[in-house]
Each structure stands twice: as structure tokens, then as C-alpha cells.
């Protein structure tokens, strides 16, 4: 089946505009995930979506990142007035709500580059 | 807070050789357990996870891991190791309610043919 998608797969800015990062999860998942990889800081988490409940936004590095998640399905991570450490690759990820089931599965990426 | 070690930054190792990649947790409560593999130029994979019952544990492409609760650890192996296992492994774990996984930094496993 379908996996998690992500889009654009790569994203160059300058210094200073906002960019938007979209992530598609897996039909019939009820829980998504936005992590960022970068070098020498590894894979952090960002924030986490559960159904309805509020998101929780404990790994979110600034207030100038901040994520939306429409209709219990596609999210978007918007970076307001990017910053060149900002530069990263952004994982999004998705899973089920049941015990024994939470699984993780990963899209491919947004590649962010901030000149 | 949660945390994960992994002990080695860089495997090398000739083909045939066994693995055994460490992975050590900090946190006092029910865990779960993950081992996830990137592929050089893929996104990341689930190569196998522990969430209760038989600590050890098999996954795909013949790796294990075993879950030592007194230990706190959660180390990769496999017997035989090939060309293809190449790639970056990482360890994570989430515990109790929390949703997010705390990953560790990540070993790279580079395997001569």
C-alpha cells in the first residue's frame, strides 16, 4: 500500500522567507509525527498529532516553526523567516492508535537548504 | 528525560563477519522498542521492534536484537553480515503514553565486499 509522502522532496530558501513542508500519512493512521535529521544533532522530534486531541508541541526548537494538521490527515510544517541552522532534512512519519500497533513508518523527506 | 545511546559511530567490517551494534536507554518505566535502517539515499525503515513478550526479538534481512531489562539495552546482531547491510542504523525508543520515539545518534555500518 501507499506509504507516507512528503513534499517538495528538496527546498532551497534564502535567509529570512518562510517556507511550508507537506506531509501525506498513511490512509487509516490516526497519529503523525514531524522530526528533523540533521548532522550532529541526529533525528529530533518536532511535534506530534493524535486525532483530535491538542498536538504536542514540546520539540517544536522556536516559535517560528509551527504545524497544522487538517482534517485528521495531511499536515503542513510552516518555518517562518528561516535561519541557515534550519537547514535539515524533515522526516514526517505516521501511525496507528491501538497498542502493539504504533509503528512508526517514515516518509522519504524534505530536504531544506537556507542560503 | 528519556535518552538512547548507541556506542559505536562507525561499523567497518569485512563480509561474513557477525554484528552486534549497542544500544543503551535511560528510562524507568515501560518501554518500547525500535531499530530503524537507512539505506544510503533512503528514507528510513523498520528493520524490527520490541514492545512486550519474547525479549528477543527477529526482524527483517535475518537481524535480531534482544531487550535486556536489567541492563537497559536493546543491541542489533547478525550472524552474517553482506554488502547490502550497508547503511545507518539507528536505535529509539518511546515509553508509557508517550507518542514521539527518542532516537540515538545513529551507527554507521560500512561492510567490505
Known amino acids: 500500500g501507499a506509504g507516507v509522502s512528503q513534499s517538495p522532496s528538496n527546498k532551497v530558501t534564502e535567509k529570512g522567507k518562510d517556507v511550508e513542508l507537506r506531509c501525506d500519512p498513511i490512509?487509516?493512521?490516526?497519529?503523525l509525527y514531524w522530526y528533523r535529521q540533521s548532522l550532529g544533532q541526529g533525528l529530533e522530534f518536532l511535534i506530534y498529532f493524535q486525532g483530535n486531541s491538542a498536538p504536542d508541541k514540546s520539540g517544536l526548537p522556536s516559535d517560528r516553526f509551527s504545524a497544522e494538521r487538517t482534517g485528521g490527515s495531511v499536515s503542513t510544517l510552516t518555518i517562518q523567516r528561516t535561519q541557515q541552522e534550519d537547514s535539515a532534512v524533515y522526516l514526517c512519519a505516521s501511525s496507528r492508535r491501538e497498542w502493539g500497533l504504533k509503528t512508526q513508518y517514515f516518509g522519504p523527506g524534505t530536504r531544506l537548504l537556507v542560503l | 528525560a528519556q535518552s538512547v545511546s548507541q556506542h559505536n559511530h562507525h561499523v567497518i567490517l569485512s563480509e561474513a563477519a557477525s554484528l552486534e551494534l549497542g544500544c543503551n536507554y535511560s528510562y524507568g518505566g515501560t518501554v518500547n522498542l525500535f531499530w530503524y535502517v537507512q539505506y544510503p539515499g533512503q528514507h528510513l525503515q523498520l528493520l524490527l521492534k520490541?514492545?512486550?513478550?519474547?525479549?528477543l526479538v527477529k526482524g527483517i534481512k535475518g537481524f535480531e536484537a534482544e531487550f535486556i531489562k536489567s541492563k537497559f539495552s536493546f543491541n542489533l546482531r547478525k550472524p552474517s553480515v553482506q554488502w547490502s547491510d550497508t547503511a545507518e542504523y539507528f536505535c529509539a525508543v518511546n515509553g508509557g503514553s508517550q507518542g514521539n520515539l527518542i532516537f540515538g545518534k545513529g551507527t554507521k555500518l560500512s561492510v567490505k565486499p
Open positions: 490512509s487509516g493512521h490516526t497519529a
Open positions: 520490541y514492545f512486550s513478550g519474547d525479549p
